[in-house]
């Protein structure tokens, strides 16, 4: 009789078991599903007309409106770099499958730019007009570029079924724009991006100041690119560190670029270093800073610059990069430290003098919670084409805040725009101005953000860990009268998130 009970306890047990792992598994499917439309626009809303703050994040939208070009309403499309005589850069890449032999002998299949992951670097001077053609040699779902940070005109941001459809293989897409901010910016696919960066499309692209970097000392500059390359991680293309030339007294300019999708903290050991730049941004007299943690969220950049000691060498690392050190100098070991406080940007540097950005009265207020349900990654509680879009017109002033209620860190993304941070956790920000493309937030944290409206398009604001903007953390700021032709879902193939 207790045997028998007991059966029944324990099959009662398995079935339980069962039948959790299968709700799990079917939310999950169901939750992919949430990227694979069979058709939609990713401009569905035109709210004209609303022009009162407040509240607007949690509006709810109208669904299944198309985006039929109206009299008056732009398209995505004729929106592009402006002509002008500036001295022309010009870049060919190919997408193609290949096989990487890493330095320790592994090999790699991976999806590359010219044969290489991260692609080439490419290097430009602040003005210049880039020109850079895409080719699909055979990447079957197709690929586009987009060019994290830069502010590109609406039709060359690389968005699958938003600007351009997919180039399939076989097929090219040129895109135009101006480098108009110098600073320390990167390119990737933007088509299945979870898949595709991780399989290796993508690359640097730094703009260097037309005026060289004003210093007493020489400098050294060197791009240090980390990766997730399927399970590999990788610094500039290699499984193991890089080490940078420096003699003492001169200055090394390190351009981290993290372009995996988990936060990465790094240690500086045997120099004291100041961070000159965030995303590209230089930062107003920065400090110097010693023993202390750079946490870097995926999609983000610091540019540290580092004086070479006369004693020994510098090492910079990450735990989320075992074996993966950058090594500057020659000379004695220093001492490794990794307990140091975390970088924080709220008094660092100083504040510009006559500073109005502060006292700039919002025209529009957003708030976005990120956070998760279940399988789904969330922004106010909804999933990518549930989300409202932010609807703005040009010239706009924006505030965002955003919180960060759980589901891991969350590195904030918006395209098209620069935006500026203004306070954390209710603290304003007293040391210099941080403007930013990518905002790292970590659970509980809550800031303020500003931006100005002013460049007109449809544009991408999602999570830049991109597995999580699968997951539904993705969304839409839309400006008003602008449109777009491009479809997103199966019946396109365009699928820019998944
Ligand atoms: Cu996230």
Redesign the pocket.
């Known amino acids: 009789m207790l045997t028998r009970r007991k059966t029944v306890i324990y099959v009662g047990i398995l079935l339980l078991i069962v039948l959790m792992i299968g709700a799990a598994v079917s939310t999950y499917l169901w939750q992919m599903r949430l990227q694979k439309p069979v058709e939609m626009s990713m401009a569905h809303h035109t709210m004209g007309g609303m022009t009162e703050m407040a509240g607007m994040g949690h509006m709810e939208h109208m669904a299944g409106m198309e985006n039929s070009p109206a009299e008056g309403e732009l398209s995505c499309d004729s929106l592009t770099a402006p002509e002008s005589s500036a001295p022309i850069r010009k870049f060919e890449l190919t997408a193609a499958q290949t096989t990487l032999k890493l330095a320790n002998g592994e090999k790699v299949k991976a999806w590359t730019f010219n044969g290489s992951s991260p692609g080439p670097e490419l290097r430009v001077t602040e003005g210049n007009r880039v020109v850079i053609t895409l080719h699909n040699k055979d990447i079957e779902d197709g690929v586009t570029i987009h060019f994290h940070g830069i502010k590109v005109p609406c039709s060359q941001d690389g968005i699958a079924g938003l600007t351009q459809d997919a180039v399939l293989p076989g097929g090219q897409f040129t895109y135009t724009f101006i480098a108009t901010t110098p600073g320390t910016y990167w390119y990737h696919s933007h088509q299945m991006s979870s898949i595709q960066v991780s399989k290796g499309l993508l690359g640097a692209l730094i703009v260097e100041p037309k005026t060289g970097y004003q210093s007493d000392a020489p400098i050294s500059d060197t791009t240090v690119l980390y990766q997730q390359l399927d399970s590999s991680m990788l610094v500039n293309g290699r499984a193991e560190g890089i080490a940078v030339p420096g003699q003492p007294g001169e200055q090394a300019r390190l351009r981290l670029i993290n372009a995996g999708n988990e936060t990465m903290e790094f240690n500086i050991d045997g120099a004291s270093f100041r961070g000159v730049a965030m995303d590209g941004h230089d930062l107003h007299e920065p400090g110097l800073l010693e023993g202390v943690r750079v946490p870097i969220g995926a999609g983000q950049r610091y540019d540290l610059l580092i004086q070479v000691p006369n004693t020994g060498k510098v090492i910079i690392s990450s735990p989320m990069a075992k074996n993966l050190p950058i090594t500057i100098g020659s000379g004695s070991e220093p001492q490794h430290s990794d307990g140091g406080q975390l970088f924080s940007f709220i008094d660092y540097g100083t504040p510009l003098p006559n500073d109005t950005t502060l006292y700039v009265q919002p025209d529009r207020l957003f708030n976005l919670e990120?956070g998760q349900n279940l399988f789904v990654?969330s922004i106010n509680g909804k999933a990518f084409s549930d989300i409202p879009p932010m609807i703005v017109k040009e010239g706009d002033h924006v505030r965002i805040n955003v919180s960060n209620r759980g589901?891991?860190?969350?590195p904030f993304h918006i395209h098209g725009h620069v935006f500026r941070v203004l306070s954390k956790n209710g603290v304003a920000l007293r040391g210099s101005p941080v403007y930013l493309d990518t905002l790292l937030t970590k659970e509980g944290e809550t800031y303020e953000l500003y931006l100005e409206a002013d460049n007109p398009g449809l544009w991408m604001v999602h999570?830049h860990?991109l597995k999580?903007a699968s997951m539904g953390?993705s969304m839409m700021l839309d400006y008003e009268g602008i449109s777009t032709s491009y479809r997103l879902g199966t019946k396109s193939g365009n699928l820019p998130d998944l």
């Open positions: 990120l990654k589901g891991g860190d969350h999570c860990n999580h953390m």
